[in-house]
């Protein structure tokens, strides 16, 4: 390759230099939206599962716990269903540039809230 020369061995273009996007495999575009819909239905099912020990199971605990674990279901879905879109976004740009994946910091985010959640249950479970 010479200086000039800005394609790869596979025939495009080297990720960073400047070219134009290039359109992905369908099928991966395709599961990036799957992705992103899952994420999706994940908040989702949190919202309903923070509804629902609001408004289902008085017997678990007192007011004031029930509400807390409901906000933390209801949080969580905010968090995952507001970082969703921009991580969609960063991949499918990543794919049209044919540059690395961006760090997915969803997955973290949603285990340390799991977590949080699960533990909270646990003591109110425990305790009622």
Not at 33 to 51: I, P
Not at 75 to 94: C, D, E, F, K, T
Request: charged residues 15%; contains cysteine; positive net charge.
């Amino acid at each position: 390759m010479t200086d000039h020369d800005t394609t790869d061995r596979t025939g495009g273009t080297a990720p960073g230099d400047g070219a134009a996007d290039r359109e992905p495999d369908y099928r991966f575009t395709l599961a990036n939206e799957r992705t992103f819909l899952a994420w999706l239905r994940t908040a989702l099912g949190l919202v309903a599962g923070g509804v629902a020990v609001q408004q289902l199971v008085p017997g678990l605990a007192g007011e004031g716990p029930r509400t807390l674990l409901a906000a933390l279901c209801i949080a969580l879905a905010l968090v995952i269903a507001a970082a969703s879109y921009p991580r969609w976004r960063g991949v499918q740009r990543a794919m049209r540039r044919g540059s690395p994946l961006p760090p997915n910091v969803l997955l973290g985010v949603l285990g340390a809230g799991i977590l949080a959640i699960t533990a909270v249950a646990l003591v109110l479970v425990l305790v009622a």
